[in-house]
């Protein structure tokens, strides 16, 4: 009878083994299978509003005493989109180091040539990008915080000690032992343990759970590294060796590892079996209580891991990002003010009108509403940020110089601040006055100069910021309605348009960049098309070139 009790138990065990190591090989292919269809392909994931505090920590710790691209010049140029149009990582160190970089514009051409020789070598490999994207998927993304933010609140955490947990331990061990010595005696005492040593274990670890959850993950970058380091793939071959060294400097955190990194949330049987021992015998606690002394000494060697694995996931997202656009170039800097580009095109819009400049001067865009202006800005601003951070631009051709960006674009009303539109208009350009200096060129881009105010202010204002703007150390791109600007700044600005075409009640863009300034309007022709009644469309019509030809307006 004994015999048929344990061949159930070891076909049960067996049957139990079989599906767990069926459910890992099914994962492992449906992981296979994503990151070869994801790469050069339009990253499908879905973002919590709270994700992005997270994602930009690593940046915001490591901002300080650089230049960085400010909330306003993000916000006007949508940089979260292209941040997730990049963002073909799988850790938390790769979309944290991603986000931190695309803040942080370089002006250091020989640490942007790095970047691109190592996209260059996973677009080039892509089976060993593979590999190596597998390996940073298992690694995976904090969820609580970000590792920043963990190594920020490890650093004021106390000693703790194991004491307790192993005095419960061995009264565990010693009920087990009773149950052989006294089985009614052992059997109470077992009973009393399992609740009183599960009830600490969780009451512990919510204590701790933030902690531990980064610690945990520590744990996993660990494994990353030894991983990485099994693939001995030469391409990478210097940052693996800087992932040696710095797991060299962790061995005393990963002794005992398993305790930690493992989890019993993917359904193998080692795991879940893990996850009950360490409930009964607190084992993950009492690692995370030695090894914390260990961790707080070696926190500088934990960042420099996590900053190592960042820049190898960036790279990938840099070559995953060329593959999935139409054309892209390196650029070409220059210790000239400039900006000359063949064909660029913004990377977010799916059919793009591609255009062309070749600009020393600062130039003023005129033209139609939606002609295309505003987009124009964007495209120019957002490669100049592309080019001094993963060395890529959208375009046949890119030449510029190292400038600092700002944008005053895409403003509003601060109704917390009891602010006005114009009072956040001319606060934003103050800004970028404030900010140029000799040492290095600012580029910005400002569109529809102070719309805030009234017209006669509004151009004789205008006039001067723009014209403040170039006789600093600046390169300015505006755009406007105001046609009298294009005539006032004739000899300091270059003068382009957009046009469009008025074809059976339609009006047709072509959001091709033209030399000059605009000599038409579709303000009151959109009134028509949008089905405005025909006396209001015909008098505003009258009323405009009555003022075009006298340069008075009519009194009504």
Not at 136 to 143: D, I, S
Not at 151 to 159: A, N, T, V, Y
Request: proline share 1%.
């Amino acid at each position: 009878m004994v015999k048929y009790y344990i061949a159930i138990i070891v076909v049960v065990f067996a049957i139990f083994l079989y599906n767990s190591i069926q459910f890992r090989k099914r994962e492992l292919e449906k992981l296979r299978k994503k990151i070869k269809e994801g790469f050069g392909t339009p990253p499908d994931r879905e973002y919590e509003a709270a994700e992005f505090e997270k994602i930009a920590a690593y940046y915001k710790k490591n901002a300080e005493n650089t230049f960085s691209i400010d909330d306003i010049t993000w916000n006007d140029l949508d940089m979260d989109s292209i941040f997730m149009l990049l963002n073909n990582t799988f850790s938390s160190s790769g979309e944290e180091y991603l986000y931190k970089i695309l803040r942080t514009p370089e002006f250091d051409e020989e640490v942007l040539k790095e970047r691109d020789k190592l996209a260059t070598y996973f677009q080039e490999n892509e089976e060993e990008t593979f590999k190596i994207q597998e390996v940073f998927a298992r690694l995976g993304r904090t969820k609580s915080i970000s590792l920043t933010e963990f190594i920020d609140r490890f650093i004021g955490l106390g000693k703790r000690s194991n004491l307790k947990h192993i005095i419960m331990d061995i009264l565990l061990v010693a009920s087990f032992v009773m149950l052989f010595i006294k089985p009614i005696t052992g059997m109470v005492m077992l009973i009393v343990m399992v609740f009183v040593n599960i009830g600490t274990y969780y009451k512990e670890k919510a204590e701790i759970e933030s902690y531990f959850t980064c610690l945990k993950y520590l744990m996993d970058m660990i494994n990353c590294g030894n991983a990485l380091i099994k693939l001995d793939n030469e391409g990478i071959s210097s940052y693996i060796d800087t992932v040696k060294s710095d797991l060299d400097k962790l061995k005393s955190i990963s002794k005992g590892i398993f305790w930690i990194s493992m989890n019993g949330n993917s359904g193998s049987l080692g795991e879940i079996i893990m996850e009950y021992i360490r409930m009964l015998f607190h084992a993950d606690i009492i690692k995370f209580n030695s090894v914390l002394g260990a961790t707080q000494s070696n926190l500088g060697t934990v960042e420099e891991l996590f900053m190592t694995f960042g820049k190898l996931e960036v790279g990938i997202a840099i070559a995953s990002f060329r593959k999935l656009l139409i054309y892209t170039c390196k650029p070409e800097f220059t210790k000239e003010k400039i900006v000359s580009t063949d064909e660029i095109y913004h990377p977010m819009i799916a059919n793009p009108v591609a255009n062309t400049i070749n600009e020393k001067r600062s130039i003023l865009i005129t033209g139609s509403n939606a002609s295309g202006k505003s987009t124009f800005l964007k495209t120019i601003a957002i490669n100049s940020i592309l080019a001094q951070t993963i060395y890529t631009c959208t375009a046949k051709s890119y030449k510029t110089c190292f400038y600092k960006l700002y944008t005053s674009m895409s403003l509003r009303d601060n109704l917390t601040n009891n602010e006005s539109y114009y009072i956040v208009e001319i606060k934003s350009i103050k800004r970028i006055l404030d900010s140029i200096n000799d040492e290095i060129p600012t580029l910005c881009f400002v569109d529809e100069v102070l719309r805030g105010t009234n017209t006669i202010e509004r151009i004789a204002a205008s006039s001067h910021i723009l014209k403040s703007l170039t006789d600093k150390n600046a390169l300015c791109f505006a755009a406007t309605h105001d046609i009298e600007l294009t005539n006032i700044l004739e000899n300091i600005y270059s003068n382009y348009h957009f046009t469009e075409d008025v074809k059976d009640d339609d009006v047709l863009f072509s959001y091709k960049l033209l030399s000059g300034r605009a000599t038409s309007r579709n303000a009151i022709k959109l009134l028509n098309i949008i089905g405005f009644d025909k006396k209001i469309v015909n008098e505003a019509e009258n009323m405009a070139s009555n003022f075009s030809l006298n340069g008075e307006w009519e009194v009504l």
